[in-house]
């Protein structure tokens, strides 16, 4: 079993619709949360960090982790051309002293179509 | 704003070719990393630094890979002879504190093409 599940997509949704990724998980040692977009090309940038189970909202995008389930969610409202790109989970383990190794899911790639 | 950057962009090689990718982290940030995407793949971890050591690396960073930080700026990767499955975007990150967590930032990434 993969240690970090997602749906590769293509996910394609009309500009203004809710996207909705998610990521299932199968080590239950992984603590902190975090959600990647990646441009064609181009390196990973943060989107969102999360630790606890629960909700955390920033602008247009919420997170979502529940552990018991072990199934960790993003969703993007208000969806624009803009946001069209591949979105990557990744997960920690507890934090190292000498830093962290961070493991990625495969990437769910969305297309917002105008 | 500060970023992190990489270079070359892009590197044509020849099977068995030793191979060198430069970083710049962002100046204040202590721990470094490099990471690699296959195409079509997931990004993987390769090699985690921190004062001045590694501090973990993968199964994929054997014996052929080496890592250096040779000034206060710079931080490489080294392949000492390719192989065709090397053939992949390599990425560099760094992070401020171990408190970070995943706020790594990633650089752009450099493709090493090994023919």
């Known amino acids: 079993q993969k240690e970090v599940e997602q749906d590769p997509g293509p996910l394609s949704v009309p500009e203004g619709a809710i996207v909705s990724l998610n990521c299932t998980y199968s080590?239950?040692?992984?603590?902190?949360f975090m959600w990647y977009r990646q441009y064609s090309r181009k390196g990973p940038e943060l989107l969102m960090y999360?630790?606890?189970?629960g909700n955390k909202e920033d602008g247009r995008f919420t997170a979502q982790v529940d552990k018991s389930s072990k199934y960790i969610s993003l969703f993007i409202r208000d969806s624009q051309p803009s946001d069209s790109a591949t979105y990557l989970c990744?997960?920690?383990?507890?934090?190292?002293?000498?830093?962290?190794?961070?493991?990625f899911g495969g990437g769910t790639r969305v297309l917002v179509k105008p | 704003e500060p970023e992190v950057t990489q270079t070359p962009s892009h590197q044509v090689t020849q099977m068995g070719q030793e191979v060198i990718l430069r970083c710049v982290p962002i100046?204040?940030?202590?721990?470094f990393y490099w990471y690699r995407q296959i195409l079509g793949q997931k990004v993987e971890f390769l090699v985690s630094?921190?004062?001045?050591?590694?501090?973990?690396k993968s199964e994929i960073f054997d014996d052929q890979f080496s890592v250096e930080r040779p000034d206060g700026s710079n931080f490489t990767l080294k392949i000492r002879s390719t192989k065709l499955e090397d053939s992949a975007m390599y990425f560099c990150?760094?992070?401020?504190?171990?408190?970070?967590?995943?706020?790594?930032?990633f650089g752009e990434g450099s493709r090493l093409t090994v023919l």
């Open positions: 990150a760094s992070g401020a504190r171990r408190e970070d967590t995943g706020e790594l930032f």
């Open positions: 080590n239950s040692a992984f603590q902190y």
């Open positions: 999360t630790y606890s189970s």
């Open positions: 990744a997960m920690i383990y507890p934090i190292k002293a000498a830093g962290n190794k961070l493991t």
């Open positions: 100046s204040n940030h202590l721990y």
């Open positions: 630094f921190y004062n001045n050591e590694i501090s973990e």
